[in-house]
């Protein structure tokens, strides 16, 4: 079946510092969405890219849909410890039941003030 | 907007009990509700998809008879452990979605943290 495989697993960086974590799958996607979780808390939805190479921005935070819709990237610049948390990407397959995520492990991001 | 609640927020049960999570869409209609379940740092699993005044579209390894998902109207579902076992001890989050939406994003619930001992 469909697999997304997330890196990395764990991310420890120094406030200021970029962050970039990479989401591959095995099969053609529909779309890509982007979560956050922070520490005891819920997912909470950051984007959807839909189209080939799209590239979408929301201040700090830049997301890329590769291609081939098959991977994808988050990439924070300039990171600041409000940006804490887990990211996870969940992938709709091209092929299978609509809206049907399925999630990678997440990439755990830890902030060094 | 977009807001799910979910109750309740922790709960623990005895072994051989069963217990009925709620989910609700407080400001929207959802067209689907999903049912996730995960393990301390770990990933969100997919158990099952529910739309409303349908049967259940149930994951493959997740028993039917064991998490019974009950999706009434537009603004709740429920999903029963039934017999709960320490081995269900875990965090189960619901997620609601709405045709009406621009992008088919979920909006998830809090979370409920079950215990069983």
């Known amino acids: 079946g469909q697999q997304v495989m997330q890196i990395p697993q764990y991310q420890h960086v120094q406030e200021g510092e970029d962050f970039t974590t990479y989401c591959n799958s095995s099969?053609?996607?529909?779309?890509i969405q982007w979560y956050k979780q922070r520490p005891g808390g819920h997912p909470v939805f950051l984007i959807q890219l839909v189209k080939s190479g799209e590239v979408k921005k929301q201040k700090r935070l830049t997301f890329q849909f590769g291609e081939a819709k098959k991977n994808s990237s988050l990439h924070i610049t300039a990171t600041q410890t409000t940006d804490v948390g887990t990211y996870f990407c969940a992938g709709e397959d091209l092929f299978q039941r609509a809206q049907k995520l399925v999630f990678g492990q997440g990439t755990r991001l830890t902030i060094n003030p | 907007g977009a807001v799910v609640s979910q109750h309740p927020s922790r709960v623990i049960c005895k072994s051989g009990t069963s217990v009925k999570i709620e989910c609700r869409s407080l400001d929207f209609q959802a067209t689907t509700m999903f049912w996730y379940r995960q393990f301390p740092k770990q990933s969100l699993m997919l158990m099952a998809t529910?739309?409303?005044?349908?049967?259940?579209?149930?994951e493959q390894g997740v028993e039917k008879d064991k998490f019974l998902i009950n999706h009434a109207s537009l603004t709740l579902s429920t999903l029963t452990v039934t017999s709960a076992h320490p081995e269900d001890s875990s965090f189960y989050i619901c997620?609601?979605?709405?045709?009406?939406?621009?992008?088919?994003?979920?909006?998830f619930g809090p979370g409920t943290r079950l215990t069983v001992t």
């Open positions: 997620s609601a979605s709405a045709a009406s939406f621009s992008s088919y994003e979920q909006y």
């Open positions: 529910s739309n409303e005044g349908s049967k259940a579209t149930y």
């Open positions: 099969t053609t996607l529909s779309n």
